[in-house]
């Protein structure tokens, strides 16, 4: 059976982020994310939606948006989901909640939107600077065998998974592998 776990979202932050250590030293920051859509109902009037999200982001990441992100900056997060579970201690009832952990978030808009976290501005004052840490080469292999597992299953091509997949997916540039032909 295959399956593919990837989200990609983009909105607002909800908090401030805050910046914690694990026992072992890893950096941790949980951040709220604010999804909006709009849409024209049946009566042609707008209506709105918007869902809460939250995001897991580790690592150097997660020292970035601590220190340059606040409340309301716009963000693109690309992660996965994952199911947290846990025993409340009052009722003793099972608890889960669905969460995102983040692989990579960039900063969207200017630093001045919602202004800067330490008085300063944003690293290189970049539009869209991208914040994930350079993947190692176990991680590129696992990319490889992730992008191979969307290929499969979506039915891409009649070679097992092999060639461009329907709607036109190619891996980006830095990403092909030597499956990907053209």
């Not at 983009?10 to 709009?38: D, I, S």
């Not at 099972?94 to 690293?123: C, M, N, T, W, Y």
């Not at 490889?144 to 891409?156: D, F, K, Q, T, V």
Request: glycine content about 14%.
């Amino acid at each position: 059976m295959s399956s593919y776990n990837r989200v990609t979202l983009m909105g607002n932050l909800t908090r401030q982020p805050e910046l914690r250590k694990t026992k072992t030293g890893a950096a941790v920051t949980e951040l709220g994310l604010a999804l909006n859509r709009v849409w024209s109902g049946e009566n042609g009037q707008k209506q709105e939606e918007t869902t809460f999200v939250d995001v897991t982001v580790w690592g150097r990441a997660a020292e970035n948006a601590a220190q340059y992100l606040q409340k309301g900056r716009s963000v693109l997060i690309e992660g996965r989901l994952h199911m947290e579970t846990w025993q409340d201690k009052q009722t003793g009832q099972d608890r889960s909640k669905l969460k995102v952990v983040a692989d990579s978030i960039q900063f969207l808009g200017s630093s001045h939107e919602s202004g800067p976290a330490d008085g300063g501005d944003h690293p290189g004052g970049k539009r869209g600077e991208d914040h994930r840490e350079a993947p190692r080469n176990e991680e590129r292999r696992s990319d490889s065998r992730r992008e191979r597992r969307y290929e499969a299953a979506c039915g891409a091509g009649s070679e097992g998974g092999r060639g461009s997949s329907p709607g036109g997916y190619r891996a980006p540039q830095g990403e092909r592998t030597s499956h990907n032909h053209g």
